[in-house]
């Protein structure tokens, strides 16, 4: 089983939408978590941390649910501009690896 | 402020050569990390430097290695070519707190084994 595992996708959603992706983890003693954006032939950026608590940013909301081993990205408003691949980053509880998922890809369509 | 930059840009090697590819971070980070993207397999990550020394490393094979300079630019030497090594190689920096801080990722070598 691979360490961090997302749906490719694509997501197809029309301006405006509200999108969301998942990202599980096998890893219960993952101890960070991360979304990262990469555009088409770009490098990733980091979008956003996952807190425990959850967190915001705009339009984006970032969740992390401990139980069922995964962590979320919610996207309200949906913009053309949103169109990339989201990846996410689990790091594990003694910092000594990085998992990315092999990301989500979200076309936004006018 | 400088991003990462990573040299060449495009790499083509034939199968069994070494190849070489550069990573200079950005001014004030200690880490270097190196990732290995393959059509459809995501992120890899490879190895990660810290202060000259080699923190841990991927599951790649020994053929994998690298380097950090003193000034923390880092070097990626691939040897014994093979095909399935063609891919995007990034490079990230980041700040070394003991905690995982953002990476910052320069536009990466396209490496291509015929």
């Known amino acids: 089983r691979k360490e961090v595992e997302q749906d490719p996708g694509p997501f197809n959603v029309p301006e405006g939408a509200t999108v969301a992706f998942n990202c599980t983890y096998s890893?219960?003693?993952?101890?960070?978590f991360f979304w990262y954006r990469q555009d088409c032939r770009k490098e990733p950026k980091l979008l956003m941390s996952v807190y425990s608590s959850g967190n915001e940013d705009g339009r984006f909301t970032a969740q992390l649910n401990r139980a069922s081993q995964y962590i979320s990205l919610l996207i309200r408003d949906s913009k053309l501009s949103d169109s990339a691949t989201y990846l996410c980053v689990v790091i594990p509880y003694n910092f000594n690896k990085f998992y990315f998922g092999s990301g989500t890809k979200l076309n936004v369509k006018p | 402020e400088a991003g990462v930059t990573q040299s060449p840009t495009h790499l083509i090697k034939t199968r069994g050569q070494q190849a070489t590819l550069r990573c200079s971070p950005i001014s004030g980070h200690t880490s270097v990390y190196w990732y290995q993207q393959a059509l459809g397999l995501g992120l890899q990550f490879l190895l990660w430097?810290?202060?000259?020394?080699?923190?841990n490393r991927g599951n790649f094979p020994p053929r994998f290695s690298g380097r950090q300079f003193p000034n923390y630019s880092s070097e990626l030497n691939v040897n014994a070519l093979e095909l399935e090594d063609s891919a995007l190689y990034l490079c990230?920096?980041?700040?070394?707190?003991?905690?995982?801080?953002?990476?910052?990722f320069g536009p990466g070598t396209r490496l291509t084994v015929t």
């Open positions: 890893n219960s003693a993952s101890q960070s």
């Open positions: 990230a920096s980041s700040h070394d707190r003991g905690v995982f801080d953002e990476q910052y």
């Open positions: 430097y810290d202060e000259g020394e080699e923190r």
